[in-house]
């Protein structure tokens, strides 16, 4: 999360004064005001959520000091080889989002295919999610709370202003609390590998409305050191803490694959998951792509190794084995 720089500080007389203020400020999120019984945190209800309410921290912003992009425009540009994107393709369709746009907003409130989708990043985890954005043949638009858990993008859909953390793609709180939403495949690779495999794509423009630097990484400092800005449940070093993976989960199994040990790797591989025999594909970067039998295209969850051990602890980790002898 970054400041929102358009908020202007509070002016306070005193360093004992400042901290009063924020002290009633805190009671006021987190108890409610009195006379009122529901837990709240930037004007979200967090009385019943999944998850432990006292886990969820303000990021920064308040919500929506983040903007999402609702009404995105696409051209035929072209990036710098090494440009970071997400790659969508479905239903005959390609697009590719800029993560450098990503940065600044986070969501993308779009169709793909005539699908209502939301195409999700969290530049804290490195995660990318593309929500199917659809409940009982209504679409669903989401905005980005300001709240975080595990340090991961909490975002809102605006119909019922239900959380969702984003690697769970879950309601967490609201009416909608329980409910998940499908996700489709992407890749989280570079501009390159994205265009020489679909050269009719269009790309997000950044024309988005919004006055950004798009140029400028705000996350760039941040992604070099291998620490954390806020808190997380679960901690692993089986792997540095800002290393690359993707992971999947079939039938309760989970595993990551780490993209350094898949950069150098003939594909296809092969594994077995959750009883169930895939293939994977890997780009020149490492991102894989898994299949089943049938030869479809299974939704996986790249990203930092700290965000997936975070939320499923009880992961393996991918490793090559060896071929016998």
């Known amino acids: 999360m970054m400041p929102n720089t358009s908020a202007r500080p509070p ?7 400042t901290c009063l203020r924020w002290l009633l400020i805190l009671g006021l999120l987190l108890w409610g005001i009195p006379g009122q019984t529901q837990t709240r945190l930037n004007g979200f209800n967090l009385d019943d959520a999944l998850i432990p309410a006292a886990e969820l921290l303000p990021g920064g912003p308040p919500r929506d000091g983040i903007p999402a992009i609702d009404n995105p425009g696409f051209i035929d540009a072209i990036l710098a080889p090494r440009d970071e994107v997400i790659g969508l393709a479905y239903q005959g369709e390609t697009k590719a989002y800029p993560v450098a746009i990503l940065n600044w907003h986070e969501v993308v409130n779009d169709y793909i295919g005539g699908q209502a989708v939301a195409i999700t990043y969290c530049p804290l985890c490195a995660t990318a999610v593309v929500l199917v954005a659809e409940h009982q043949s209504q679409p669903l638009t989401f905005g980005v709370s300001g709240l975080l858990y595990n340090s991961n993008l909490l975002l809102y859909d605006r119909q019922s202003e239900s959380l969702w953390p984003q690697v769970l793609a879950q309601a967490v709180t609201g009416p909608m609390k329980g409910l998940v939403l499908p996700t489709l495949p992407l890749s989280l690779t570079s501009w390159q590998e994205w265009r020489e495999a679909h050269p009719d794509t269009k790309v997000l423009s950044a024309d988005t ?10 996350y760039r400092e941040y992604a070099r050191r291998n620490a954390l800005m806020f808190p997380i449940r679960n901690q692993s070093r089986a792997l540095p803490l800002k290393e690359m993976v993707t992971g999947l989960v079939i039938n309760g199994e989970a595993r990551a694959y780490p993209h350094r040990a898949l950069r150098n790797q003939t594909s296809p591989l092969y594994d077995t998951l959750g009883g169930e025999r895939i293939r994977i594909e890997t780009d020149t970067n490492g991102q894989p792509r898994f299949f089943n039998d049938k030869g479809k295209q299974l939704s996986a969850q790249p990203g930092y190794w700290f965000a997936w051990y975070a939320f499923y602890p009880n992961t393996q980790v991918w490793e090559i084995v060896p071929p016998a002898r």
């Open 209 to 218: 409305g919004y006055f950004r630097n798009y140029e400028r990484d705000p």
């Open 11 to 17: 002016r306070f007389t005193t360093p004992l004064g």
